[in-house]
Each structure stands twice: as structure tokens, then as C-alpha cells.
Nanobody
């Protein structure tokens, strides 16, 4: 069964860092586009960062540019989201998603497989 499993969320103070992991189970992640999304209470799910299937293209939301970095470790079949200089407004449930296609994708409806989500809370 194909699955994405996120980990690495938690409670962190403003200015702190977290690294989220998205591990693929049952399939090889290296050929697929990956997206990290987040959803805060009462808000729509939004793209935070995306990476193309060939790693040639990346996308970052304006709100996280310069603070977040997406990367892929094919040997571990895992994609990461390094989050630095975290702010209270980064608080949300973070999801990774993939679509079995080449290219890069920016919208939730373009992704076909989702992880269960991991909570990130930035608070003092």
C-alpha cells in the first residue's frame, strides 16, 4: 500500500527551527513531484513549498521564502522541509503530498496521495 508518513512536527518558540520529514512507503519517491502544504484553523490549505520530479524546479510561498528549504534524499526515500526562523503565523498542520507525474505542481487538487499531517505550533 502506498503511503506518505510525515514526522518532525512539534512545539517550538518563535525564531526556532524544525525539520519535517515525509517518508514514502510502498513506492519510490524519486520520480514524483512533491509538495508541502499547511492548513491553519479556519483557513484553506495552502502550498508552502513544492519540488519538481527532477528536482530542477522548486517553489516557495512568499511567506516562507528565505526561511524554509525543501530537499529530497532518494537513498532514504524521504523529502524534507527545513523550517528556520519560525513565526507564530507558521502554526498549522503540515502535509506532504505527491502526484505520479513529472513537472511541478502548486495546488492541492493536483496531488493524489497525501500524508496524515503533522502539527507545528510556534508559540512562546
Amino acid at each position: 500500500q502506498e503511503q506518505l508518513v510525515e514526522s518532525g512536527g512539534g512545539l517550538v518558540q518563535p525564531g526556532g527551527s524544525l525539520r519535517l520529514s515525509c517518508a514514502a512507503r510502498g513506492f519510490t519517491l524519486d520520480l514524483y513531484a512533491i509538495g508541502w502544504f499547511r492548513q491553519a484553523p479556519g483557513k484553506e490549505r495552502e502550498a508552502v513549498s513544492c519540488i519538481s520530479s527532477d528536482d530542477a524546479s522548486t517553489y516557495y510561498a512568499d511567506s516562507v521564502k528565505g526561511r524554509f528549504t525543501i530537499s529530497r534524499d532518494n537513498a532514504k526515500n524521504t523529502v524534507y522541509l527545513q523550517m528556520n526562523s519560525l513565526k507564530p503565523e507558521d502554526t498549522a498542520v503540515y502535509y506532504c503530498a505527491t502526484t505520479i507525474a513529472g513537472g511541478i505542481y502548486y495546488y492541492p487538487h493536483e496531488y493524489s496521495l497525501w500524508g496524515q499531517g503533522t502539527q507545528v505550533t510556534v508559540s512562546s
